[in-house]
């Protein structure tokens, strides 16, 4: 779940925060929220939404108008405006942020009945429930985005502006109905989700990184650098981390290939994951460190923790970012290094990105092998060539000859992880590099994914296979850990011709 409510004070469900009684004027124009009832809204959704939770499904609205994608009528948001302004003026908003939360959003319900009645809108009973449960979000949660934050089927949500909410459900890219009243509402919101870690993001700080507290990742840029409203975007934290043999029920990997990753995993081969945003490689990594013996001492970094080892021998470490002078920053090169001084059997980087992987394939060069990192490229080759890359922009002045050498001599296999265009994740190869020819590094794919066309609902038909590499350049690291007969198995399993379609 998103964050922990806490409760802000006593318990008071008795008292009533209602200041005035509501206006009985049925025909009173449409005013707009006033400034000053906004700023203490402000006020009440800072205090009253710092650490909290998102509202029961109890809350929902009923219709669950969060799963239509078509967007709610002008005639809804002009009559919410209404409602709430209305409310706004009835209730002491002080007395309602010292109010814990249920009890809060039971006032709040009595009174948006109440208002209704009044102003005799005629709505159906659906859309009461829908009103009030956005009145309620408003007030007390991240508004418009509640009702998302609580789905579990969804992996990223990404908000571009007031106006446009997207999310990613079943690695497809969809829009949703979420607005929000206007840009000031989505930057409070934004503010309310990253102060609770102890993060500011305003124009003087307008761009923030946080990882909240269940774990989710959350990425803030505001005006003025994004010029339609405040850009947010969330990478929900799943508690249950997929595992390997839920990958091979989804046909992200067939049981031989997950029979590779396992051993590949388990005998100390170095390992990078290879994939682009989003593609499953913190996932797959997760996957993957879960072969490692027991006995092993791992050290992992991350930007933003999100592995979960099992091993009892772990330690988990973080990056820092700078505080609000701009001081104070502990990069991942930083954390690498001092792995190496922490006598790690094995190095776990959760993403690499910069310099820290000169010191990343040190450490495979320099007997931490097995360790294991993730890397943005789109197929094993390009992978290579972003390593490369990112050792020349790290300033360190080697001929182009030597870093290729450091490269070869310290990664033995690259996992390639896609996101393929009809939303389905698949490891698309396993790929070993194999040594130098002249200035070039070779490798050799050992298994890898092929797609042979599309089924009539758009769906990508594929297959995994083996190149039929008998003896692979790590076989003797099977052999070591006794694992060359299972790898011998699963190469010549995955080589034999599957039916068409099957994965
Ligand atoms: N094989 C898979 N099948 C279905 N869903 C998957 C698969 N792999 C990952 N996912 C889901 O996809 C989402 C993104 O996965 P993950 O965080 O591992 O991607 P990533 O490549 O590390 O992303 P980023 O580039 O942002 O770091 C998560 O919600 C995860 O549960
Ligand atoms: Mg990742």
Redesign the pocket.
Known sequence: MFGKRTHQGPSDAGASVRERPVEAKPEAPARPVASAPRAMLAEIETKVGRGSAPMPPAARPAGETQRNTGRRDDAFYERKSQVFAALIDTIDLSQLAAMDVESAREEIRDIVNDIIQIKNYAMTIAEQEDLLADICNDVLGYGPLEPLLMRDDI??IMVNGAKKTFI?V??KVIETNVQFRDNQQLLNICQRIVSQVGRRVDETSPICDARLPDGS?VNVIAPPLALDGAALTI??F?KD??TLD??VQ?G??SPEGAAILQIIGRVRCNIVIS????????????CMTHYIDSDERIVTCEDSA?LQLQQPHVVRLETRPPNIEGEGAITMRDLVKNCLRMRPERIVV??VRGPEVFDLLQAMNTGHDGSMG?I?ANSPRECLNRIESMIAMGGFALPSKTVKEIVCGSIDIIVQ?A?LRDG????THITEVVGMEGDVIITQDLFVYDIKGEDANGRLIGKHRSTGIGRPKFWDKARYYGEEKRLAAALDASNEEAPEGSF
Not at 275 to 286: D, H, I, R, V
């Open positions: 992996a990223d990613e079943n690695g990742r990478r929900k799943k981390k997929l839920q990958l989804f992200s990997i994939g682009g945003t989003g593609s499953g490689k913190t996932t797959l990594l997760n999100e959760g993403e993730t943005h992880a996101r389905s994740r698949r490891i």
